[in-house]
Each structure stands twice: as structure tokens, then as C-alpha cells.
DNA sequence: AGCGGGATCAGCCAAAAGGCTGAGAGACCA
DNA sequence: TGGTCTCTCAGCCTTTTGGCTGATCCCGCT
């Protein structure tokens, strides 16, 4: 039978040929390309047909993963996308598996894990690494911890580094409310204090 | 003539695998051991004694890369310590040129940088990205900008969320320090609050 | 009609942060 | 030796923030 044929999308050299000595190990997962960029992805994508796409988040200026994921999946649902990155953002992962991510591995992953990631996604299982599923379990369990659409403007506000008085300035409300909906925020994000929720939203949301 | 022996250090396998082959390609240097963490490093570094050390400064738990360098140094100046990481963070290259690195390289870096600079590093010659060398030439212009090895050694903790008693306990220092601390922080960013201070931080130094 | 959630606001109090001035110890350098 | 820089600390005062309670309004759903 004919080995598994992989496309390897990451903006660092050193990471994708890492990949794929790792990959190269096995006899039945073949590296048939690799691309540093989404663009790139999508052409080496239609010149090589692979079973699977290994692809990282975070590729610096131009298409970002998620926009890669949700292109390579219009032109071609047969394709399995793995994401495979280095951060557990809540963010990023309901929206890589929204736009149809099979799989999401952390790059401190353990080689078996990818391995079995990559057997897993062309028989259509979906395989997560460990941190990655609990935070989705803990999403599904707690409802209660998602914003509500005006305390997440106040909050990516709040990243800026603006004061209660400017936020409520800004947002046309007053200071007792900008309070009000920190509090709530606080309290969703399980943070005492400002300067901890813009560190949590930050990492934890990919805000920039 | 001998090969230039090599010290990986860095929490992800993948990443040591590409460091791994990449220089595995050139004849004149071999890796010759690997740590996934500071503490392995300082073992490593006994029982091999490489002449240079590629080292990630982020390095999950435990010993960050900074500390790690310190203790490299402290032992033996004659290695020839390597940062290589992926963010070209202002605070970041000041500390590390503080403790005692040679270089510093992004792992976008193209593989002759980074042949280039183990071979510089055994020199003595000092190798860092394009990028890396434009903000410490910029800084060198505002020297009032600068932040000192401490000053940054806070910001980096002040971006995780802590409060002024925090900080103090985790750097052995009175609340007033870090509160000075703070004020010429403040000063040099050029902001009146710490969060703006951290969003400032975290957006121009790429920290996470 | 009632109920719940979201958004808005107020007042009170304690804790944290920030602005200011001053100052000592140690390192480094001219 | 003297000057400069860095790191350290203290006290005082104002502003900001955070915790708490309670309240009104609107909207959508039952």
C-alpha cells in the first residue's frame, strides 16, 4: 500500500525540517512538499493532492492559518488539515476546528502523538493533543465563562491600556459601568486584576 | 581539523530535530547532545562540553532561557552561548546580551545565518538577525529608551499579570523597588499606567 | 403577564497603584 | 578621587481600581 503523502506549511525552515525528519522515520508517511506561507500552501496544495496538510497558526505577514485552513477546505473537503502550533489559544482553536481543522497538536507533542495524528486524520478521526481537548472540554462544560458581546469590546478596549474613565468615555457609558463589566469580565476570565486580564486576553484570545 | 561540537537546547523536539539535520548538513559542526530544559543543559554541558550552545529562550516551566545562560556562563566562559527563538523581543535581547549570549537569531532565520553564526560564535564574533541588530541600533539612538537588564527583567514579569506586592516576592525586592522600578519603566515607554505599560510591551516587544 | 439576561448606573469602602522627594550602597569609569 | 549609573528603599499624598450591594430599563422568550 502506498505511504500517507503530507504537505508541511510552517513560516519557519527550521520547524518544517524538523517535521519532516521526524515524519521521514516512518515508512508509511511520505513529506511530498512543504510551503512557508498560506499562499504557498494553496498552490502546492493543487500540484500535489497530499492526504494531509500539517500546518502551523502563526505565519507572520499575509494569509494566517485559519484563512489557509478555511481555503484548502473549499477547494477540496477531501483533504485532512492538522493544525499543529505552539499555543493553546481557546481562541484559535474554535476557530481552526470551525473552519475544519481535523486535528490540533501542540509542538512540544511527543512523536508517536504526531504520528498517530497524521494515521488518524486520513481515516477521518480527529486526534487532539491533551491540553488542547481539556480546554475544549472545559468550554463545553462552562458556558458561563463566554463574554457577552459588549463586555469582549470592553476587553479588547482594555488590552489597549485604557483607563476605566477612557473606556467609558470611549464606549458612551459611565465609569460605574465600565466597573460593572470588569467585574464580569474578571470574573469569566478568573482574574483578580486588570493587568492580569489583558495578559490572559492577550494569550488566551490572540488579541493584538 | 575537528567539528565544531554542538549543544541544542529547547523544549520542542521538532525544533531540536530541524536544528538537528540542518546542521547536520554542514561538515564542520555536529550536535552532540540535546536538553529539552535549563537543567538538562547545565548536565549536558559537563558531560559533553560543547564548544557552542543554540539555546530557545522560552522554555516552559522551570529555568528560562535567561537564568540558564547566567549558569552556563558562570561555569565556564569559554562556550559560546546562541540564542535562538522566536521573538524578537526588546526585552528579551537586552537580558540575554546581559547574561552572556553571543548572538541572537530568530527561527525564521535562513540556514546560512545560522551556520554563520555557530562558526562566528567560536570566533568570539557576535551574529544576530537583521531584525534583532535594527532594535538594538535603534536603542543605541535613544539611549534614554533603554531599559536596564532589571527594569526589563520586570516588564517581562509585569506582562504576566502580577500586582507591585508580586513582583517584590518573585525578584526579592521591597514593594517601593519595584514601585521606582515601575516609575522609570513608565517613563521610558512612555505611558502612565502599567496597563498601558503592558500592552505597550507586549505589542512592540512581542512578548508573550 | 412574568421571567431572565444584558446593559446601564450609584454609593461606599478598602486596597492597589502612581507621583514625588530624598537617600544610601555598589559598580564602573575618567 | 569624583562623577555617573543602577539598584535598592522609605514616606507621603492623590488617584485609580476592585468588591459589594442594590437598582432601573429593555428585550426576548414562555
Known sequence: MS???VLLVDDHLVVRS???ALLGT???IEVVAEASSGEEALTAMKVHSPAVVVMDLAMGPGMDGIEAIRKLRERNRRQAVLVFTTYDSDADIVR???AGAMGYLLKDAAPEEIFAAVRGAVQGKSVM???VASRLFQQLRNPDEVLTPREAELLSLLTEGLS???LGQRLFISEATVKTHLAHI???LGVETRAAAISTAIRREGMR
Chains 1, 2 share one sequence.
Open 3 to 5: 505511504a500517507i503523502t
Open 129 to 131: 493533543s491533551a491540553p
Open 96 to 98: 481552526a476546528v470551525d
Open 26 to 28: 516512518q515508512p508509511d
Open 164 to 166: 476605566n474613565r477612557e
Open 18 to 20: 524538523g517535521l519532516k
Open 186 to 188: 474578571y470574573a469569566k
